[in-house]
């Protein structure tokens, strides 16, 4: 045969293949999402995420320091909250003693040098189960971007690097801008969810948080799966209020925003790599139906591939073990 180009020339042994590799995960690459709940020496599986737990302060600075030694050393707090502590304007959240800011506190205390990363969402403190204030079954904007504030700065005082807005509330990452701001804390990053999605793979975290709302849906709020030019306009207006890196998610249904957002704009791009997208590859692993090492490196090396330059990922440490 005449075939003058033949790709498979550096496919055939394992040094060529690795020689054009085009993209490489790396440990730094994955930001690990941690729960933490109230209690001493609390560790429980959550039922729809094998292998991921809630910890108790006292459990999850070890869960930090092993990740530590494995090289992940940027983390995303998400708090268990019971539900007598929940009301109608998250007032827990910016608590000084309550649990979510103690742990931020405890962490940064004991590892100096490693990036907290916060979630700034009414959701787990909320007694609606929403992102937003509710009245008359409606979610409002502008009154929880006051609440937003209020949280924002109490995780920037308790010693938070990167705060992440993620509620989909118009105009909040500009509200947290100037509340960090005006309070001296310039240097807090804002890791802002994007384009985020109203999406059925949130199921499994709002099991691990107790925080599934508890009328409706998010469609108000979180965006519509069909659309793509949405979320340019969605970047667009995150840029223009201060936003240090763009997030999309979930992930792996959405690797063509992930594109988009990356081919369009020069901020870093975050993919969440959410609750339901691990929970799929661990059930079809536990049953055998295909092999769960290597459905996560091919799933993680895809979001990446797709332009994510981080990625936040329940599989943060097991994939860590394996790179
Ligand atoms: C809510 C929030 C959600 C997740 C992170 N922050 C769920 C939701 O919007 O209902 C989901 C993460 C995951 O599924 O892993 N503020």
């Known amino acids: 045969m005449n075939i003058i180009r033949r790709p498979r020339r550096s496919r055939q042994s394992a040094v060529l293949r690795d020689m054009v590799q085009e993209t490489r995960l790396s440990v730094t690459d994955f930001i690990l999402p941690l729960f933490v709940t109230e209690g001493q020496n609390v560790r429980t599986e959550v039922s729809s995420m094998p ?43 910016h608590n000084p003693d309550g649990l979510y800011l103690r742990t931020i506190r405890a962490i ?145 249904a959405y690797l063509d925003i992930i594109k988009l957002l990356h081919d369009s704009f020069d901020l870093p791009i975050a993919a969440y790599n959410v609750s339901g997208e691990y929970a799929m590859i661990k059930a079809a692993a536990q049953n055998g139906w295909l092999d769960g090492e290597r459905a996560m490196l091919e799933s993680l090396l895809a979001i990446k591939r797709a332009g994510a330059s981080v990625i936040l990922t329940y599989f943060a440490k097991e994939a860590a073990r394996l790179l």
Do not use: W
């Open 108 to 252: 940064k205390d004991r590892f100096p040098d490693c990036v907290v990363m916060t979630d700034v969402a009414m959701d787990p403190y909320s007694s609606d189960g929403h992102d937003g204030v509710v009245e008359n079954g409606k979610i409002l904007n502008d009154p929880t971007l006051e609440v937003l504030g209020k949280m924002a700065l109490a995780q920037a005082e308790a010693g938070a690097d990167m705060v992440g807005p993620s509620d989909m509330m118009d105009g909040r990452v500009g509200y947290i801008r100037a509340v960090l701001d005006n309070a001296g804390y310039d240097q807090v990053a804002i890791m802002s969810y994007c384009a985020k999605y109203a999406s059925a793979f949130y199921g499994p975290f709002r099991d691990a948080l107790a925080s599934a709302p508890k009328f409706g849906d998010k469609k108000t709020y979180q965006m519509n799966p069909a659309n793509s030019r949405e979320a340019l306009v969605e970047a667009q207006l995150d840029i223009e209020e201060g936003a240090d890196f763009l997030m999309v998610k979930p992930a792996l």
């Open 51 to 93: 292998g991921i737990y809630r910890h108790s302060l006292d459990l999850i600075l070890d869960e930090v320091q092993e990740c530590m030694d494995l090289g992940v050393k940027t983390f995303d707090l998400f708090p268990n909250i019971a539900e007598e502590k929940k009301d109608k304007y998250a007032t827990e959240s």
